[in-house]
């Protein structure tokens, strides 16, 4: 399955966004997926994940904060993001697969282009 971020962009700190990933190439419903970031000169780093039927797991960096949600019929999935800091500045991508350990790994083929969100004031 086909994932590409898009909805990123320049928040003040406190501030809110909402990333949307949207599948191509088959349907995401028996798909579990993660959002991850790199922020620069970092590596990419697992923020949320969630599994086909709907649980989610979150970074504590990001708990309570992030709420991770899927819409089957929209092939969609959403990483609504609260109270953004400045340390959450990163290139934001989404990625999924059957397993959630590959989900969890990371270790997937390619990545879609990702979707930048800064913070700053």
């Known amino acids: 399955v086909q994932l590409q971020a898009s909805g990123g962009g320049l928040v003040q700190p406190g501030g809110s966004l909402r990333l949307s990933c949207v599948a191509s190439?088959?349907?995401?419903?028996?798909?579990?997926v993660g959002w991850y970031r790199q922020a620069p000169g970092k590596q990419r780093e697992l923020v949320a994940a969630?599994?086909?039927?709907?649980?989610?797991n979150y970074a504590d960096s990001v708990k309570g904060r992030f709420t991770f949600s899927r819409d089957n019929a929209k092939n969609t999935v959403y990483l609504q993001m609260n109270s953004l800091k400045p340390e959450d500045t990163a290139v934001y991508y989404c990625n999924g697969a059957r397993l959630m350990r590959t989900v969890v790994d990371g270790k997937f083929g390619s990545w879609g282009q990702g979707t930048l969100v800064t913070v700053s004031s």
């Open positions: 190439g088959s349907n995401i419903r028996a798909s579990a």
């Open positions: 969630i599994t086909s039927g709907g649980s989610t």
